[in-house]
C-alpha cells in the first residue's frame, strides 16, 4: 500500500504495488494477467471494490 486517499462521499481509493516473479524462469504476461484478474474477481466479490 502506498497510497490512500479519502475522497467527499466516493469511499477511500487504495493504491497497491504488487511484484510477481519466479525463482527460476521468467513469468509471461498472460500468466499475470490471470492471477491479476482472479485477484479483481475475488476482491470484487468478497469485499464489493471497483476498479479503475
Same mark, same amino acid.
Given at each position: %500500500?502506498?497510497? *490512500? !486517499?479519502?475522497? =467527499? ?8 504495488? %504488487? +511484484?510477481?516473479?519466479? +525463482?527460476?524462469?521468467?513469468? #509471461?504476461? &498472460? #500468466? *499475470?494477467?490471470?492471477? %491479476?484478474? &482472479? =485477484?479483481? =474477481?475475488?476482491?470484487?466479490? &468478497? !469485499? &464489493? *471494490?471497483?476498479?479503475?
Amino acid at each position: %500500500l502506498f497510497d *490512500v !486517499y479519502h475522497g =467527499l462521499g466516493s469511499g477511500t481509493s487504495l493504491a497497491i504495488r %504488487l +511484484t510477481f516473479f519466479s +525463482t527460476d524462469r521468467t513469468l #509471461e504476461s &498472460k #500468466e *499475470v494477467d490471470a492471477i %491479476l484478474e &482472479k =485477484l479483481r =474477481l475475488t476482491l470484487a466479490k &468478497k !469485499y &464489493k *471494490v471497483s476498479f479503475r
